[in-house]
C-alpha cells in the first residue's frame, strides 16, 4: 500500500501495539535545554531510573542565557543562574552531551543540532520544546513534549503516542526574490489559521519548497508547530544529504551508503493519500507582517491592518478587536506607517547564516533609525564564527546594530532581553503572542530582510521597493 | 498523580480563544527547577495589575468562581509552547477539568500526565455550557469521566469522547512510565533489529 512520509517513519518505529493502550513509538534522538528539563531529572532519579541510551541525548544551554558577553560570566539573574547550573549537574551526573556556555558549540538547540548532523531523514527525535518541529527539515519526524514525556523517553527510549492526521500543504511556483521561507510559513498560518493543523502532521512538498535551501526549510517546519501541527516535514533530497555529509554525527563510509540508500526511500509514495491537501502560489506570496497577537493574525506588507468588522466570524472580530487595543493599532493603519522602536534579528526560526547574510545585503550602508535600538542574535558560536569571517559583524556594527553572543535571546524574554511595556518590534521570531517579548511588548513577526529594513526606516517597508544598491 | 473521580464542582468561564501557554504561565515563572508552586502564577499578567494587586476585570477573580474545578474556555486553549508549567499551574490553581472545542497537540497530552481531563465538544454545546455560567455565575457542572458525561443543572447532558488509555489512566492515577517499562523486553527486541537495520543510529 502507497504510504506517506510520516506513515514511512511511524512504522518503522513502532515497538508494542495491542487494543486499549496507546501504540508505543521508539525515539532515536532527544534534544535538551535547561528550561523544560530539571523537574524531568528530578522524577528520573527519585524513581531510580536509568538513562536507557545517553547517547541519544544532546543538550544545550539556550533559553536563560544572556547575549551580553559580561553577563554570561556572572548570570545577573540568580534563579536563571541556578537552572543552569542544575542542567550542569544533571548532564555531568548522567554522563550527557551538553554544550554549555563555554563550549564554541553552544546555541540554540535547534540551530546547533544540524550544525552537527545529529538528527538525519527518518529519526524520531523529540525535545521539550515546541520547536523542535525544525528538525522536519531534514525529513526527521520531531516533536515537541511536556516535561514528564521528557522523563519517559530519558527511561523508556519510547513514547505512547497516538497517530496523527496527515495535510499536504503544496507550495507551487517561484517565490519573489522578496519573500523568504519565513513568509511562506506565515502565509501558511494566515491561511489556515494557527488551530488549522490541530491533529495533523504537515508535509510541505511543491517546486517552491524544494527550491528551499536547508536552512529555508528549517525556517519554514520550525513554524509549523504556529499552525497547530504536531510536525512538519519536507522531503529529504540532494540538498539534505550534501548538508548532512561530513558532520559529526552522520556516518560515514560504508555506513553513508546505507544511510543515504534509506534516506532516500524515504519520501512519499507518489500515490499515497493525504487527509487533507492545502494549495498555494509561492508567486502570491509577499513579504508578510504580522499586526496582532497571534501568528494567523498576519497580512502583507502592503496591506492595511485590518478592523473587528473584517471579519465575519465573530470570534475572529473579538480576537482582532483585543489584539488591536494590546497592540495599540486601529484596523486601516497601512503596515507601512507603522513605527517600531525595536528590531530583533535571531529566534531558532531565523538566526542562521544565511538568514544573516540576507538582512546584510540590507543593512549595508545603512543607519539604524534614530530611537530605534535593533539587537543580531546568531543562533550558535558557529553562526557568530562564520557570518564575522565574512565580515557580516562589522556591516551591522557600523548600521548601528548591537552584535551579541549566542541565544534565545528576544524571543522569549528570559535571559535580560526584553521589551518594555508598549515598545514595539520588529522580530524574526516565530511568536506574537501578549507579553513574549516581554510584558506589554508588541510583537511584529517579519523575515530578516524585512527586519533590517524597518530597523533602518524606523517603520515597516516593503522591501520590493527598495531601490537595488 | 491523583485518580480522577465523579465529581462536583463551580465551573469558570473564560471566553477567549487561542489562549496560549504564554498567558497561562508567563516566562519569568519558568526558571524554577521544582515542579509545584506555580498555581500562584496563573494567568499572571491577566490576574494582576501594574501594581500588583488583583485585575477585578479579569474573569478567574470573579468571587462566583472561588474554588472552581472546572474551567471553561474558547477555541484553541494552550497553543504555542510545550511548557508544562502550563499544566502544572493549572492543576496546582486547583483545576482538573477544561472544557473547550479544541485544544493545542503539546498541551492537550501533558494534561493528561497532570490528572487534568480536557474535554472536547462542539462549538454549540460549548456556547451552551458558557451561557449557563453566563446567566448563573459559580453554577455547577458535574463531570463523569466514568461514564463519559457532564451534567448542568440546567439538565443539558454533555456525552464526551475520549481516548480509552488516557481514560484509564487518568480513573486509575497510574504512572505511564511504569506502563511502559512492562514492555521492555519488546523495546530490547526492537532495539537489537534497530540497530542492525541503522547501526549509525548508535555511533557517537
Known sequence: ?469 | MEKYTKHTNVAALMNRANVDTDQIIAKQFLKKVERTGFGQHLFHDWCYLEDGTPNPKFELNNPAFDGARVLVVGDNFGCGSSREHAPWAIEDYGFNTIISTSYADIFYNNCFKNGILPIVVDAPTLKALMTEIEENPGVAFTVDLENQAVTTPKGTQVAFEIDGFRKTNLLSGLDDIGLTLKHTDKISEYETTHKERFPWLWAS
Open chain 1, 1 to 469: 500500500m502507497a504510504k506517506t512520509m510520516y506513515e514511512k517513519i511511524w512504522d518503522s518505529h513502532l515497538v508494542h501495539e495491542e487494543p486499549g493502550q496507546a501504540p508505543l513509538l521508539y525515539i532515536d534522538r532527544h534534544l535538551m535545554h535547561e528550561v523544560t528539563s530539571p523537574q524531568a531529572f528530578e522524577g528520573l532519579d527519585l524513581a531510580g531510573r536509568p538513562i536507557r541510551n545517553t547517547h541519544s541525548i544532546l543538550a544545550t544551554l539556550d533559553h536563560c542565557v544572556p547575549t551580553k558577553l559580561a553577563d554570561r560570566i556572572n548570570l545577573p539573574d540568580p534563579i536563571g543562574a541556578k537552572q543552569v547550573r542544575r542542567m550542569m549537574e544533571n548532564c555531568e551526573k548522567h554522563g550527557l552531551t551538553l554544550y554549555d556556555m563555554e563550549s564554541q558549540n553552544n546555541g540554540i538547540i535547534h540551530v546547533v543540532v544540524p550544525e552537527h548532523g545529529f538528527v538525519h531523514p527518518g529519526m524520531t527525535t523529540v525535545c521539550g520544546d515546541s520547536h523542535t518541529a525544525t528538525h522536519g527539515a531534514f525529513g526527521a519526524l520531531a516533536f515537541g513534549i511536556g516535561t514528564s514525556e521528557v522523563e519517559h523517553v530519558m527511561a523508556t527510549q519510547c513514547l505512547p503516542q497516538t497517530k496523527s492526521k496527515t495535510m499536504l500543504v503544496n507550495v507551487n511556483g517561484t517565490l519573489s526574490k522578496f519573500s523568504t521561507a519565513k513568509d511562506i510559513a506565515l502565509a501558511i498560518i494566515g491561511k489556515i489559521g494557527t488551530a488549522g493543523g490541530n491533529g495533523y502532521v504537515i508535509e510541505y512538498a511543491g517546486s517552491a519548497i524544494e527550491a528551499l535551501s536547508m536552512q529555508g526549510r528549517m525556517t519554514l517546519c520550525n513554524m509549523a508547530i504556529e499552525s497547530g501541527a504536531r510536525a512538519g516535514l519536507v522531503a529529504p533530497d540532494q540538498k539534505t544529504y550534501d548538508f548532512l555529509e561530513g558532520k559529526e554525527f552522520t556516518p560515514k563510509g560504508d555506513g553513508w551508503e546505507k544511510a543515504l540508500a534509506y534516506w532516500k526511500s524515504l519520501p512519499s509514495d507518489a500515490d499515497a493519500q493525504h487527509d487533507t491537501v492545502i494549495e498555494l502560489d509561492a508567486a502570491d506570496i509577499a513579504p508578510q507582517v504580522t499586526w496582532g497577537t497571534s501568528p494567523e493574525q498576519v497580512v502583507p506588507v502592503d496591506k492595511k491592518v485590518p478592523s473587528p468588522a473584517d471579519f465575519a466570524d465573530a470570534g475572529k472580530a473579538k480576537s482582532c478587536e483585543s489584539a488591536l487595543e494590546y497592540m495599540g493599532l486601529t484596523g486601516g493603519t497601512n503596515i507601512t506607517d507603522i513605527k517600531i522602536d525595536y528590531v530583533f534579528l535571531g529566534s531558532c526560526t531565523n538566526s542562521r547564516l544565511e538568514d544573516f547574510r540576507a538582512a546584510a545585503e540590507v543593512v549595508k550602508g545603512s543607519k539604524v533609525a534614530a530611537g530605534v535600538t535593533a539587537i543580531a542574535v546568531p543562533g550558535s558560536y558557529q553562526v557568530k564564527k562564520d557570518a564575522e569571517a565574512e565580515g557580516i559583524d562589522k556591516i551591522f556594527l557600523d548600521a548601528g546594530w548591537e552584535w551579541r553572543e549566542p541565544g534565545c535571546s528576544m524571543c522569549l524574554a528570559m535571559n535580560g532581553d526584553q521589551l518594555k511595556p508598549q515598545e514595539r518590534c520588529a522580530s524574526t521570531s516565530n511568536r506574537n503572542f501578549e507579553g513574549r517579548q516581554g510584558k506589554g511588548g508588541r510583537t511584529h513577526l517579519v523575515s530578516p530582510a524585512m527586519a533590517a529594513a524597518t530597523a533602518a526606516a524606523g517603520r515597516f517597508v516593503d522591501i520590493r521597493t527598495l531601490e537595488q544598491g
